[in-house]
């Protein structure tokens, strides 16, 4: 079945420094959603990308959607204590959304 | 309402019990989607309505369990006979519809409901 693979698995930074991760499959993806997920709450929207080299920006966050339709990668700028939590990418096919397994990103003060 | 409400939020269950979960999405919204995310992993599809019609429900592990949404709004996921495995968080999430001329629309999440089988 269609899987999403994510790297890192966890990253640990400074404070203020920047981040970058990514999202790659085997198969293609019309859609690709970035979620961020916190301790005990359901994953909650931060982006999404409905067009083949599509790059869009939310305050600090970037993320683009990949030329070949098979991978999408996010960035986070200047990180802050709050930017902790669990990222995961979704692909859309057919009707539904596939999910990675995420990153956990942890920032030092 | 201004966001999917799952109920409840933390449920323990003795092996062998039977649970149900409840998931109220957004007023209006067509596409209600059941996943489930086991501890450190991302989120599993199991069933997906479009209004009443349950389109697809390959995701769902055995047939202990069964989800409804009679009234294309609020949603039921039951699970029969628990066993230790099915320990997890089951997350609803609603969409207003599945498809725009942009692409398909976006997943709104709930904060789960956090299953424990003893």
């Known amino acids: 079945g269609q899987q999403l693979n994510q790297s890192p698995q966890s990253m640990f930074i400074q404070e203020g420094e920047d981040v970058s991760m990514n999202c790659t499959s085997s198969?293609?993806?019309?859609?690709w959603l970035w979620y961020k997920q916190e301790p005990g709450e359901g994953p909650v929207l931060l982006i999404a990308?409905?067009?083949?080299?599509e790059l869009t920006s939310n305050g600090r966050l970037t993320a683009q959607f990949g030329i070949t339709r098979k991978d999408s990668f996010l960035n986070i700028s200047a990180s802050i204590p709050s930017d902790v939590g669990i990222y995961f990418c979704?692909?859309?096919?057919?009707?539904?959304?596939?999910f990675g397994p995420g990153t956990r990103l942890s920032v030092l003060p | 309402g201004a966001g999917v409400s799952q109920s409840p939020r933390y449920k323990v269950a003795k092996r062998g019990q039977d649970v149900a979960l409840r998931c109220d999405p957004i007023?209006?919204?067509?596409?209600l989607f059941w996943y489930q995310q086991a501890l450190g992993q991302g989120p599993e599809f199991l069933t997906y309505?479009?209004?009443?019609?349950?389109?697809?429900k390959s995701g769902l592990p055995s047939d202990r369990f069964f989800a409804e949404r009679p009234e294309g709004s609020v949603s039921t996921l039951k699970i029969q006979r628990t066993q230790q495995e099915d320990s997890a968080v089951y997350l609803c999430?609603?969409?207003?519809?599945?498809?725009?001329?942009?692409?398909?629309?976006?997943?709104?999440f709930g904060a789960g409901s956090r299953l424990t089988v003893l």
């Open positions: 999430a609603s969409s207003l519809v599945v498809r725009t001329a942009s692409g398909a629309n976006v997943l709104t």
């Open positions: 198969s293609i993806f019309n859609t």
């Open positions: 309505f479009q209004n009443e019609a349950q389109l697809d």
């Open positions: 990308l409905y067009k083949a080299g």
């Open positions: 007023s209006g919204h067509v596409s």
């Open positions: 979704a692909g859309n096919y057919g009707q539904n959304f596939v």
